[in-house]
């Protein structure tokens, strides 16, 4: 709050003020004298601006576009007011008037580094990645240690099946010179680990980013023995994760965030293994699975479900809403889903595991009538909790979140539900499968235009397929004798699903495709 000596008629003391209050983070105050500023001298286009960036944060995008716009009205030669707008405008999807924008500002000013960098994100969310190339390698042509530059075409080459140059500028993501670092390594007296051989050296491997890019990673680490010949691995990870990764072999301990760390010779981030094995498309480890369900969580959840004989298929439609993509990435209503309900013979499960206040939480709950649904979600305790339950499913249908690389990492049926605009780069550009899960995961992309309806209707359609091929397998497995039954079952699956390399599991060739 203002300090008592501020003077309450004075608008740039009150806008200054929310500067230091946004910057430690006490949002709601930062808004108040804000307004309070602006209450004063409407036409403040410096208020104006720091208003439109907070609430565009807040992702209230027509909000702060409207109070932008006002801004650069006011003082349409400050770049940095338009370059917000234009940001503002490419979250708003707005994309024709954000590139031009983007651009009005580099006709007066071509090394305009911030505008430069945006518009490649631009670029590269229409899909014009060559154009956005040029413009990343222009800013990097200005400033060569541009951190957020680096990322961005770091994430582009990785998004285009290019590890050889991605994993190099992926790691500009722990850069301190970025505007936003969301990667912080350990605080410790070790060195980082920078690929050389171990020769018997302990190592520390380090959580970071989202809990799907740790279970993504995580297949990298029984490897290390062997390549690098390490003598003894600790693996840390974030509280959820901690019982699930004790089932990754190769580790020697497995912490969660916050324990004692033991001494050690070297650390690494988890993030950074790809590189330091030097992984490309054709050498990713595609060996499934590498983590396990825990026994005593399987039997708790197959003494939940009924077992009435109908297929079992879980459902999340919803990411953290903190997420930086989410508004595109989420479903925005449960009833979008309503033409997988038309599928007969199938009992639909709610995986959704949100905040108890969040929209998801409550659709979950209590589905609109018509919306067969169970909620289990609330009910999992962790991750290997999780992990437990989707054995005893027969098929997940998932946004992009973390439960579809759990999934995939335990060798599970999941069909993942991509947006158009900020798909991940691990999915690439194109493509139903993945070579991160090869086998497990079915990607559906979402159009450029027209939404979620028509692809929710694609997965209907799939849907009926696969419960009609289902159906059609349990009755043939259902002919034969006792005796070998379950392996029999899982080679006619695969057979079935047009997989010809039933033995890839188990001999672990490399891949040859992207």
């Given at each position: ?11 740039d ?55 932008l ?12 007011i ?33 505008a430069?960098?945006n ?39 990785l ?33 980082p ?9 302990h ?32 693996l ?17 301990q ?26 490309t498309?054709?050498t ?13 969580d ?21 990411g ?6 989410d ?17 007969e013979?199938?009992?639909?499960y709610?995986?959704?595991?949100s905040?108890?206040?969040?929209s ?26 999780s ?50 899960y ?9 159009a450029?235009e ?14 009926r ?25 899982a ?5 079935e ?8 599991r ?9």
């Amino acid at each position: 709050m203002p300090a008592p000596n501020l003077p309450a008629d004075d608008p740039d003391a009150l806008n200054n003020l929310a500067n230091r209050l946004k910057d430690e983070q006490h949002f709601e105050q930062a808004e108040s004298l804000y307004r309070q500023a602006l209450a004063l001298r409407p036409e403040f286009p410096q208020a104006l601006n720091n208003l439109g960036n907070l609430l565009r944060n807040q992702g209230e995008l027509a909000a702060a576009s409207d109070l932008l716009q006002r801004a650069s009205d006011i003082w349409p030669e400050q770049p940095d007011i338009r370059n917000n707008l234009a940001v503002a405008l490419h979250d708003s999807q707005r994309f024709d008037e954000a590139e031009a924008h983007f651009r009005t500002i580099l006709e007066g000013n071509p090394t305009h580094l911030q505008a430069l960098n945006n518009l490649g994100n631009l670029l590269k969310d229409l899909r014009r990645p060559q154009e956005a190339m040029v413009a990343y390698r222009r800013v990097l042509a200005l400033a060569p240690e541009h951190a957020d530059a680096r990322w961005n075409l770091g994430l582009l080459h990785l998004q285009r099946g290019d590890y050889r140059h991605g994993w190099a500028l992926y790691e500009a993501r722990h850069d301190p010179r970025r505007q936003v670092r969301e990667v912080f390594p350990p605080v410790v007296n070790s060195a980082p680990w920078r690929g050389e051989m171990l020769n018997g050296k302990h190592l520390l491997v380090w959580h970071e980013q989202g809990i799907g890019d740790e279970i993504q990673f995580a297949r990298f680490i029984p490897d290390l023995r062997d390549r690098f010949a390490a003598e003894r691995i600790t693996l840390v990870c974030k509280p959820p994760l901690t019982r699930l990764l004790r089932t990754l072999s190769g580790v020697d301990q497995v912490l969660p965030l916050g324990a004692t760390l033991p001494g050690h010779d070297l650390w690494v981030l988890s993030g950074s293994l790809p590189g330091r094995f030097g992984c490309t498309l054709a050498t990713l480890p595609g060996r499934l699975p590498y983590l396990q369900a825990i026994p005593a969580d399987c039997a708790k959840w197959r003494q939940r479900l009924p077992a009435n004989g109908r297929l079992r298929v879980g459902l999340v439609w919803a990411g953290s809403r903190w997420h930086k993509n989410d508004r595109n990435r989420s479903l925005p209503d449960l009833s979008l889903l309503a033409p997988l309900w038309q599928v007969e013979g199938i009992d639909f499960y709610s995986l959704q595991k949100s905040p108890p206040d969040d929209s998801a939480t409550f659709q979950a709950s209590a589905p609109p009538p018509g919306q067969p649904l169970i909620h289990l979600g609330a009910e999992t305790a962790d991750f290997a909790d999780s992990a437990a339950l989707l054995g005893e499913l027969d098929l997940l249908i998932s946004v992009d979140t973390a439960i579809v690389h759990l999934a995939g990492a335990l060798g599970r049926p999941c069909w993942v539900l991509l947006p158009w605009q900020g798909c991940d780069w691990r999915w690439l550009e194109n493509g139903s499968d993945t070579p991160w899960y090869p086998g497990s995961l079915r990607l559906f992309r979402q159009a450029a235009e027209g939404g979620w309806a028509p692809l929710i209707g694609q997965v209907a359609a799939a849907l009926r397929h696969w419960q009609a091929r289902q159906l059609a397998l349990r009755r043939r497995i259902g002919e034969l004798p006792e005796a070998g039954l379950s392996a029999f079952a899982a080679v006619l699956e695969r057979l079935e699903a047009g997989k010809s390399d039933i033995t890839q599991r188990s001999s672990n060739p490399p891949l040859s495709g992207s």
